[in-house]
C-alpha cells in the first residue's frame, strides 16, 4: 500500500490548479462592446463596424493571441501592460468604456461577468500590494 499511496501523492502534487482559459470569452466580450460602441457612435448596424472600429478590433485581436500573460491574462482595458501601441490602448479604452451602457442593456450577462472579473482583479492586486 505504501508504495501505492506515494505514488498517487505525487500524481496528486503534480496536478497543477485548474487554469481557464479567458481568452475565448474576452474575445467575444471586446467584439460585442465594438458593435455596441460602433453603432451607437458611428452609425453602422448589424455585424458590420466602421473601417477604423475594424481595423482596432482587428489589431485587439491578434494582439490578445500573443498576450504575455498567456491564458490567464486580465481584462485588456485595465491591463497595466497594454500591448496595443499607446494611441491604440487609449482608443481601445475608449471604446470599452463607451460600451459600457449598450452593453447593460443589451448583454446584461455578459456586462455583470465583465464586472465581476474587474473587481476579481481590482481584490487580487489589493492583495498583492498588501503582502510587500
Ligand atoms: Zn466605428
Known amino acids: 500500500m ?3 499511496s506515494r505514488f498517487f501523492n505525487k ?3 503534480k496536478q497543477p490548479a485548474p487554469i481557464k482559459n479567458t481568452v475565448p470569452e474576452e474575445k467575444k466580450t471586446i467584439r460585442k462592446a465594438f458593435g455596441v460602441y460602433c453603432h451607437g457612435h458611428h452609425s453602422t448596424s448589424g ?3 466602421c ?3 475594424n481595423a482596432l478590433l482587428m489589431t485587439a485581436m491578434t494582439k490578445i493571441q500573443r498576450c504575455p500573460y498567456g491564458i490567464t491574462k486580465p481584462l485588456c482595458h485595465i ?3 497594454p500591448c496595443f501601441g499607446q494611441k491604440q490602448t487609449v482608443e481601445f479604452r475608449k471604446i470599452m468604456k ?3 451602457k449598450g452593453m447593460f442593456f443589451r448583454h446584461p450577462m455578459m456586462f455583470i461577468k465583465q464586472k465581476l ?3 476579481g482583479f481590482a481584490y487580487m492586486k ?3 500590494g498588501q503582502k510587500k
Open 126 to 128: 489589493q492583495k498583492q
Open 47 to 49: 455585424k458590420a463596424l
Open 51 to 53: 473601417p477604423k472600429c
Open 98 to 100: 463607451g460600451s459600457r
Open 11 to 13: 500524481r496528486a502534487a
Open 2 to 4: 505504501g508504495i501505492f
Open 117 to 119: 472579473k474587474e473587481w
Open 79 to 81: 491591463c497595466e501592460t
